[in-house]
């Protein structure tokens, strides 16, 4: 093999290491984002949420008003969620003692993700982006497990 092409070939391969580690990496901060999220309603520790949601991060669900029996989309903003982190669970009795969080990233390309988090008793949906080399959820879309509690 000519020194030019195993130059080229050493280079091709130092990238393509550098590029699985930074999607290894990725992954973990994509994770962690994730349960930090869920993990400030258990443990009470807004911190944790202010670290996982951006400041303009929107939840929604659909909600059935109860005299109409219309649905509709109910909305939650950032700050709403950072006071629900502070007193949701203050008692501890809020959740089960081990609660549910499994973790499954849909898709990550770039600077977004798709994130699937399974948590006791419903499903969120997460868009999550990644803003100054930092993992941030922007969007969660949620339900009950048993929607007809909505």
């Not at 999220?37 to 929107?58: C, D, G, N, W």
């Not at 969120?124 to 009950?144: A, E, F, R, S, T």
Request: proline share 3%; glycine share 0%; charged share 30%.
């Amino acid at each position: 093999m000519k020194p030019s092409v195993l130059l080229l070939v050493c280079i091709f391969s130092a990238f393509a290491f550098l590029a699985q580690a930074q999607n290894r990496q990725d992954t973990l901060d994509i994770r962690r984002a994730a349960l930090d999220y869920i993990e400030s309603q258990h443990e009470t520790k807004p911190e944790l949420f202010e670290r996982a949601a951006h400041p303009r991060m929107v939840k929604r669900t659909f909600w059935t008003d109860k005299k109409t029996q219309k649905q509709y989309l109910r909305e939650t903003f950032t700050d709403a969620m950072i006071l629900l982190a502070e007193t949701y669970n203050q008692d501890g009795d809020k959740f089960p003692e081990n609660p549910q969080k499994e973790v499954i990233i849909l898709d990550i390309f770039d600077k977004t993700a798709s994130v699937k988090l399974i948590a006791d008793d419903w499903i969120d949906y997460m868009h999550i982006v990644k803003l100054n080399d930092k993992w941030q959820i922007v969007n969660v879309l949620w339900q009950l497990k048993d929607s007809s509690k909505q």
